[in-house]
Nanobody
Framework: QVQLVESGGGLVQAGGSLRLSCAAS????????MGWYRQAPGKQRDVVAT???????NYAGSVKGRFTISRDNAKNTVYLQMNSLTPEDTAVYYC???????????????WGQGTQVTVSS
């Protein structure tokens, strides 16, 4: 199976920065897209940023210009550099990947356990 381990969340003051990491491991045969989502209390989970295998990126409008998604295919890891954080960025951040597993046909989505990001004013 596939495991995603996230790290890098925490408490930061408004205007500060954090860098999230998400490392995938297990019987992975290939990873297509990777992404970050977030869910604030009482709200639905929304996409923050995605990155394709060739490095093409997409961002939610609210984070464009402040957040940068990147990936290291050799390490099966996706990163989210978050700058100029505001209290509105407070949420649990989840990473996901579309991946194939050795011995199984097709690809499916896998989610990390989530990491809390709290931005104080």
């Amino acid at each position: 199976q596939v495991q995603l381990v996230e790290s890098g969340g925490g408490l930061v003051q408004a205007g500060g920065s954090l860098r999230l990491s998400c490392a995938a491991s297990g019987s992975i045969s290939s990873i297509n897209s990777m992404g970050w989502y977030r869910q604030a209390p009482g709200k639905q989970r929304d996409v923050v940023a995605t990155i394709s295998r060739d490095g093409s990126t997409n961002y939610a409008g609210s984070v464009k210009g402040r957040f940068t998604i990147s990936r290291d295919n050799a390490k099966n890891t996706v990163y989210l550099q978050m700058n100029s954080l505001t209290p509105e960025d407070t949420a649990v951040y989840y990473c996901n990947i579309w991946a194939g597993v050795s011995g199984m046909a097709g690809q499916r989505i896998y989610w990390g356990q989530g990491t809390q990001v709290t931005v104080s004013s």
